[in-house]
């Protein structure tokens, strides 16, 4: 299902394996992935910015177009990760997630902020204040 949905959206398997769903925004699908990505980041000044979400959840799809618009337009130097809690509980577990959406910063390997809930001003905010500290 989701690789349908990649595909409707106009992306494709990357050579990580990574669903992407648009450039500037993956959809990890494996904790293996997940781990790779995160392994990659964690010593990293870059923000990473993990869109914790499920397919069911209707506030998740509201708040979709806006953050896609972050990451391919605003936000290009922020990775930008989609984690769907069904399919990865154990990394929503790790970040103690129990609400959709949630939306974890992380720099350097450690949680920095979080929003929770469909906050597109609040995401923005925290996504502009986190990818320029050091």
Known sequence: MGMALSN???GGETDEGNESEHRGLTKLSSSAQWQL???????SNQLLVIDFYASWCGP???????VI???VNKFTDVS????????????????NVDAMPT?????NGKEV??????????????VTKHRASS
């Open 113 to 126: 902020d979080r929003i929770v809930g469909a906050k597109k001003d609040e995401l923005e905010e925290k």
């Open 103 to 107: 939306f974890v910063l992380v720099k």
């Open 8 to 10: 409707m959206l106009g």
């Open 69 to 71: 618009a972050m990451a």
């Open 80 to 95: 930008f990760v989609k984690v769907d809690v069904d399919e990865l509980p154990d990394v929503a577990k790790e970040f």
């Open 60 to 66: 998740c799809k509201f708040i979709e177009p806006a």
């Open 37 to 43: 990505h995160f392994n990659r980041l964690k010593d």
